[in-house]
């Protein structure tokens, strides 16, 4: 089973839905936000991935955050970040086994198949 996490309203993680419902792949949404992340969580996605892969810096929750935090970032500082602000959290991200899958794109789809 495929667990995606994401935000409800967020219109890439929604079409990531739309699609695995498409190619029939056995998954469950879980909103981080609604439902909660934690630490364990996060540090998985952390180790399979990298801090710099997961934050996402382009969204409007990043641009609204004092320059304090902002500056200097470190794997660190970016866990406490996300994990008080789901929303820095690229999206969707895919757990599949063992294995941690970030974004939607091509690539990604073609991991999520195989």
């Known amino acids: 089973m495929i667990t995606v996490y994401g935000l409800k309203n967020c219109d890439t ?15 469950r949404f879980h909103d981080v936000r609604a439902d909660g992340l934690d630490g364990p969580e996060l540090d998985r ?8 892969t997961l934050l996402n810096r382009r969204g ?19 866990r406490a970040l996300m994990l008080e602000h789901p929303a820095l959290i690229k999206r969707p991200v895919f757990e599949v086994r063992s294995d941690v899958i970030v974004g939607f794109k091509a690539e990604q789809q073609a991991a999520l198949k195989g």
Do not use: F, S, Y
Not at 13 to 27: G, P, Q, S, T, V
Not at 45 to 52: D, N, P, R
Not at 60 to 78: F, H
């Open 45 to 52: 996605w952390l180790a399979g991935t990298g801090w710099e």
């Open 60 to 78: 409007t929750t990043w641009r609204k955050l004092p320059d304090a935090e902002t500056t200097d970032v470190n794997a660190t500082k970016a």
């Open 13 to 27: 993680c929604r079409k990531a839905l739309k699609w695995l419902i498409a190619e029939e792949l056995n998954h």
